[in-house]
């Protein structure tokens, strides 16, 4: 990661953190939501973006998170509850990634459905580890034996789990796994004819986008301060595909703009609502809205708005050189 990325990492993170600060309770809400939604984006963005393996079982992946965080947390665990959610959803994957090793494209996409569904089901019925419909209440998340209660205190630790996601994913995807990865993504075959063992390659990405889900997934949980099977259905897996696009698929910065967007989007056209005095209206409108962005991302700019940005900063740093005069030298008098 070029140090320029770095340095804009950490300003963004001290920026959301003295957002969370000065803009009050509701404010800070929206910041770890958008910091919460963000990770699980760049996990979801490692496997479809990067490895290209296409998953509509993020939701679930999230909820076997909140639910294993919770139950380590309940039992008396620290902030390293987030540690054994990472490891319950990595499993998790790793186990729905299974078909991927003989399944490609459409035919495992639907594997993914299938697995999502099963995993609905084991929420609902599995209710000494998950209560059942009701949901599992959850103790707030401890941080050296101080409870995490403000939406201050969630907002600053999600926004630090947020730069270590995306830095370790960053180191990742220099290394030589990362390569294999985008191999993967163009051709299974030419992956194998380089040598890359495709089979570890995909088990690999599954095991580390899951374990980064399920930490999303138990930040979740300890911010709602309740696992309910409800949370962690298909329409959630459905906004995780949604950020990705949005954002830009296989970027860096993609899936975070993209969380930001369609996390606030539906805030946005609520307080639209309420200031034309049509907020039924609009609010059917918000239904839909997902669909449309993704559709319309899809038509007029597949790359996402990750691209859109990057033009843009490219024009304003061509317009700036452009502004600079250039420097006259005068000849020496002889």
Same mark, same amino acid.
């Given at each position: 990661?070029?140090?320029?990325?770095?340095?804009?990492g950490?300003?963004?993170?001290?920026?959301?953190v003295?957002l969370?600060?000065?803009?009050?309770?509701?404010?800070?809400?929206?910041?770890?939501?958008?910091?919460?939604?963000?990770?699980?984006?760049?996990?979801?963005n490692?496997?479809?973006?990067?490895c290209?393996?296409?998953?509509?079982?993020?939701?679930a992946?999230?909820? +076997?998170?909140?639910?294993?965080?919770?139950?380590l947390?309940?039992?008396?665990?620290?902030?390293?509850?987030?540690?054994?959610?990472?490891?319950?959803?990595?499993?998790?994957s790793?186990l729905?990634?299974?078909?991927a090793?003989?399944?490609?494209?459409?035919?495992?996409?639907?594997?993914?459905?299938?697995?999502?569904?099963?995993l609905e089901?084991?929420?609902?019925?599995?209710? $000494?580890?998950t209560?059942?419909?009701?949901?599992?209440?959850i103790? $707030?998340?401890?941080?050296?034996?101080?409870? +995490?209660t403000?939406?201050?205190?969630?907002?600053? +630790?999600?926004?630090v789990?947020?730069?270590?996601?995306?830095?370790?994913?960053?180191?990742?995807?220099?290394?030589?796994?990362?390569?294999a990865?985008?191999?993967?993504?163009?051709?299974?075959?030419?992956?194998?004819?380089?040598g890359?063992?495709?089979?570890?390659?995909?088990?690999w990405?599954?095991?580390?986008?899951?374990?980064?889900?399920?930490?999303?997934?138990?930040?979740?949980?300890?911010?709602?301060?309740?696992?309910?099977p409800?949370?962690?259905?298909?329409?959630?897996?459905?906004?995780?595909?949604?950020?990705?696009?949005v954002?830009?698929?296989?970027?860096?910065?993609?899936?975070v703009?993209?969380?930001?967007f369609?996390?606030?989007? $539906?805030?946005?056209?609520?307080?639209?609502g309420?200031a034309?005095?049509?907020?039924d209206?609009?609010?059917a409108?918000?239904e839909?809205?997902?669909?449309?962005?993704?559709?319309l991302?899809?038509i007029?700019?597949?790359?996402?708005?990750?691209a859109?940005?990057?033009?843009?900063?490219?024009?304003?740093?061509?317009?700036?050189?452009?502004?600079?005069p250039?420097?006259?030298?005068?000849s020496? $008098?002889s």
């Open positions: 990661m070029k140090a320029r990325q770095l340095v804009l950490v300003a963004l993170a001290l920026a959301g003295a969370s600060y000065t803009t009050g309770r509701f404010g800070a809400y929206l910041v770890h939501v958008v910091a919460i939604a963000a990770i699980g984006a760049l996990s979801l490692l496997l479809i973006g990067y290209g393996q296409v998953s509509f079982a993020q939701g992946l999230l909820g +076997v998170g909140a639910y294993a965080a919770g139950n947390g309940n039992a008396g665990g620290d902030v390293l509850s987030l540690l054994g959610g990472g490891i319950a959803a990595a499993i998790a790793a729905i990634g299974l078909p090793l003989r399944l490609r494209g459409l035919y495992f996409a639907i594997a993914t459905l299938a697995a999502q569904a099963i089901y084991l929420f609902k019925t599995v209710e $000494p580890l209560n059942g419909v009701s949901g599992l209440v103790r $707030p998340l401890t941080l050296l034996g101080t409870p +995490v403000s939406d201050q205190a969630l907002a600053a +630790v999600s926004i789990v947020l730069l270590l996601a995306w830095l370790v994913i960053g180191w990742v995807m220099r290394t030589d796994l990362g390569r990865f985008l191999v993967v993504r163009e051709s299974e075959i030419v992956a194998k004819g380089m890359i063992d495709v089979r570890r390659t995909k088990m990405a599954f095991l580390i986008s899951g374990f980064v889900a399920g930490v999303a997934g138990g930040l979740l949980g300890f911010a709602t301060r309740l696992a309910n409800e949370a962690f259905t298909l329409d959630l897996s459905a906004d995780y595909v949604a950020m990705i696009i954002g830009g698929l296989g970027s860096s910065l993609g899936p703009i993209g969380a930001v369609v996390t606030l989007l $539906p805030e946005a056209i609520q307080r639209l309420e034309l005095n049509a907020a209206l609009l609010s409108l918000r839909m809205a997902f669909g449309v962005l993704i559709i991302f899809l007029f700019e597949p790359r996402g708005l990750a859109l940005l990057r033009r843009a900063t490219a024009r304003a740093t061509v317009a700036r050189s452009a502004a600079v250039e420097k006259s030298y005068s020496r $008098p």
